[in-house]
């Protein structure tokens, strides 16, 4: 196909927001589509991942990965299909995963494939929204966290924050297979009964149900202590939690998304001496140093999906324009897992 | 001898104390000293180790270790005398190291033998002011801290808070043994200048020089960064360590000698997502854990103290009574190396 007719809608950084990202931080642009030069390739974008790590990304200095720059196209992980290639190792009609853009079109020159981690993708092991959630980098965040730095054990209890979402679903669901007691926290009574009924945790604290609702939540549903805690969210959950762990605990940073809006300094765990009494540990984890391993654990996840035990949960918002509006759902808590932002069919 | 002639000098705790400890939360009382049951000890105490760690056991609540209870006599680890013994493996004339209290004589029951570490100590490997310093629990504190959980490789910035105190400078000249760079951060200009004069470190950072002297002082002194992070302090300064953390860095929690005395919340590090950034780790640790490997580090540690690569510098305070105001000299900086409360010749 020739691409040249193609038009290409974007959005684009307009500039650094100060807490909550709204509309007028965005630009939506149009440009006609390019044909890919010798090496490269276009990708039709099919669906986006939307990941609270977005947020730090929009924001300026030192961070695990280099900020988005004003003007750009705002950085954002998908599933496309390959729509024109010079690239022996792409065919036109390949679904691809990468790092796309919240765009239509993704013109990947032959320099940035590596950089952009595209990649086919398999979709006899699962379907694009799976390949976004439980086979993408929330169930890989999930999977190397709990298991590499969780290291768990037959028995232990697992506490996962944001249970509902994208990370906390694999955390929770991984547990269990690994023969762990899973306890999820969670806004809402409905999430709560999802985590519970629908992915099979042992109970989940809705700590919307008051201000004392996670401290008492994870004393009547840990009644050993907290094994290992994987923390979405940071903040005065991460303190609960700290309040509770075992001896010989560990604590998986994940990430802190009560603090990622925040235009005041970050919230330090002010319980964080309890390290030091039960000798535990608090360890920051960043997907991408595990991309050599993700085959393997996408293998063992895929198989979790068919046999049933693991179950995968998307919240699918539709159309490129709602884009700033649905990562907003994200920050709220309005999302029921692993928020796809699907752009065509 | 016979012991029934003796009075034994004691202080206890007589309230727990608000904010820092002062002379009206202790009791002096003198009891005569009793003969030893059957398989028990009475030592006579010559020298007591003063440490931070006296503050928390001062309080209520769950520790690591059971608060002292009000009216008891204020728990110390030290060195004694044998003098008099119905226990065959010590004899009359022995020098033990145990938990002794702040008293003049310690009589030990056999079944308190165990608990309170009573052990005969070697006077060959080190001076008493060294056994209870290097030789001691600051120096395996500072040993296992830095050896099993920092894991230090040469080459390395190893960075360690209350340079001149007795862990402090363990874990920088034991750094140095190891090939690290040590850098020491202390108060005033006189401990700095212990620091890298006498103790060898490659640099110490006053932090009373200036509200910015912490942060500058790392920026200049750690110019590839820190990889190991031996925190004795907490507060401002854990902060000012955490934003110039290496990937892949260690923190090891052995203390929080800033926020001891606190009648406000804990202050967390506010600074903790540089884990995630940083893959790094911030684990505590209790030195008892290591004590079946106390008689090997403490064979290395006598070797570095004979072969001149370690030194030992003891601040030794004299006399019993002076106990409550020698204990403050921790809280505000003015003890200069191991503080150590010389009670007997």
Known sequence: MSSTTLSNRQIRLAKRPQGAATRDDWQFTTEPVADPAEGGVLVKTLSLSLDPAMRGWMNEGKSYIAPVEIGAVMRAGGVGRVVASRNPAFAVGDIVYGTLGVQEYALVPQEEIKRSGLAKIDLSLGTIGQWLNVLGMPGMTGYFGLMDIGEPK????????????????TVGQLAKIKGCRAVGIAGGQAKCDFVVKELGFDACIDYKAGPAAVREGLKAHCPKGIDIYFDNVGGDILDAALA??????????????????????????????????????????VVFDYADRYPLAIAEMSAYLKDGRMKSREDVVEGLETFPEALTKLFTGENFGKLVLKVAD
């Open 154 to 169: 037959p028995g232990e209890t697992v506490v996962v924050s944001g249970a509902a979402g994208a990370v906390g679903q």
């Open 244 to 285: 509770k762990i075992t001896r010989g605990a560990r604590i998986i940073i994940c990430g802190a998304i009560s603090q990622y809006n925040n235009t005041t300094p970050i919230q330090g765990p002010k319980n964080y001496l309890s390290l030091l009494m039960n000798r535990a540990r608090m360890q920051g984890m």
